[in-house]
């Protein structure tokens, strides 16, 4: 059997976003999201960590080829949300772009990386500030249990 | 069902503390600590890692909200533990305040946080030095395996 | 029954290496490894990551002494990898020296250290590049589920 | 005489920014700019460093009281520019707000700090990237001679 | 004319400290130090910065050897202040600890470093909060004009 | 006039080198060089600072276009010094691949970008260890009193 291990790549983009639900009230939403509820915006220099698990082929001695790995985070990650307003883009049309759901739409993103299946995905949103979605059925208690 | 995701906050203090075990014999001391055990202590900059999961609130978008956790760790943790001399705390008055302990400690604080169950306490001494704790209970081996 | 907690202690070490594989022809190196592939070899400053759980002992409120690690650490890790050219050493004399394959070496050599058993491997081949190897007969599925 | 030390301290804050100039056509913006002149504009955490140069004072042992500078630091600096749209303040009316042009701004709001003469003021928009300026008048070619 | 480079070397020691001036009554000590003043003191994990400047050597290609450099540290700075208390050395028996004295103090050290003359020394308190002295007889304010 | 600002750019590589001068005998060569001098090289995650001073152009707000810097260091640059090793450059065919002679090359290599003279060139070999060569004629004592 050959053995597993893990990689985890870094990929960063600087984004601006509004923290605003249309499910709640004027006076709610700033209750709920402060002055990050401003109607002009904010932004950050988000990083994401994809981590991907799988046999080290005995050949390259790699989990997964990292120059396929980038050409996919490019096209599908930092062309789509590098400089961007992440409240403009079609999946925070009714969603609120926190950085936890922007972590589950990563990870849907990442989701269609062939090949290799991808373990979670990481968003710091400051340094002192980041999350991390394991996908979805995934029973987090059991796991720090 | 919602998805589950982890939020992971850094806070940051400085502190003193000295390494002396009162069971053991000044010998034993410095043996196991070395200079740490130096009668005059030493100091850090301690950073501090809490992870809390939870289920993704469909409003907010949020696991928790941080204002809260913020006030939360500002009255229990930063007031407490900032600009202080571990040993002097009533928590290590026959504790050793290692940086394990320190966790432990940490840990039993945010247990008292409201709404959210903590997952772990990590702490970094130093930039080559950490600590994790999952609480109580927990069996770790499993983890691993 | 004690408390457990996780050491996470990081060692720094610069080396060089050259991605080659004898299994394959001189295109299929250059497809699978691109500039990693060229004849002379480049280098990194790696960052290896040792994560140790265990009980917390009483008297000394340590789950392992740093000092015992670093010791270990010094001769079975730094002495051999810091300024040196991993195709050279008789790990990678058949092995491609990927971070992935180094994480398996090194996860090799601190399973000698007595005492406390290692939990993991953690190597940062660059600022955006890290590999994770739990050691061998891992699940690591069963772990992200 | 009394010996002179620079004290360098960082703030941070979040903020979102398009960078547009009403001077330029469209084509001329986007030629400018790139992808940083999307309507929608993107974001940042901008890490700001201010450095004070003065006499040790022999009582105390410092250059400047610390709460001093961060209290006037968040009422001038972090209250004004955090979790904010640059284009939407009154300084960046008719101003570009490009780094060069917020570190200006920067300078500018900390000459008005009462006892100690700002040095320069450098601002991290990423981790790759950052300004410096050093006041009006300043001679920079004769500082690099 | 050989050319001229600048080494910057960084070394690490944590400490402890307490901000108290003798000279000073008790209410203005709490004023000048805040927190700072508590008697039980707290402590960092210090950054020391040295630079060294001088011509390139044609045959080594060095400006100084750094092993002959970290052999000075190790002695005269790290085995003093590393795991120690600031207070408790005779450096400051009459001397308030700040950073800013202890900048004037590793450069008092340094200044001892046979062959090549120390540039300045920095000191990181912590990771917002630095400090920089550049000798006796430096005249700042022609440095930033 | 215009004011005058500076950008600080980073770029990384990652590249061997074998600190070994032709004009040394073999022991000259150890005792200056220790572990750097076996014959298989090491290497690192080089980290290039590239400092440039200018007027902020008023219309566009900047000091120099990013995207032209970026441009030139991938071409001049990245394209010759990353996943190399640095012995086997022209430029290194008889001067050690010293940082700070490597330093002094890219001062050399960035010189030749056009409209914005460079003013000084930093490189990080390690997190602990860094040069800065500010080009020929530079009067470094002169800087520093």
Partial sequence: MLPRATLIRRYHFSASHRLHAESLTAEANREAFGKCNNPHGHGHNYVVTVSVSGPVE??????????????????HLLDVFHLNNLNTLPSFATVVPTTENLAIEVYRIFAGFPGRRIDSIGIEETGNNAFLYHGPGTNLKSRSA
Same sequence: chains 1, 2, 3, 4, 5, 6.
């Fill in 58 to 75: 005995r050949s390259t001695g790699m989990v997964v080829n990292l120059a396929d790995l980038d050409g996919f985070a490019q096209e």
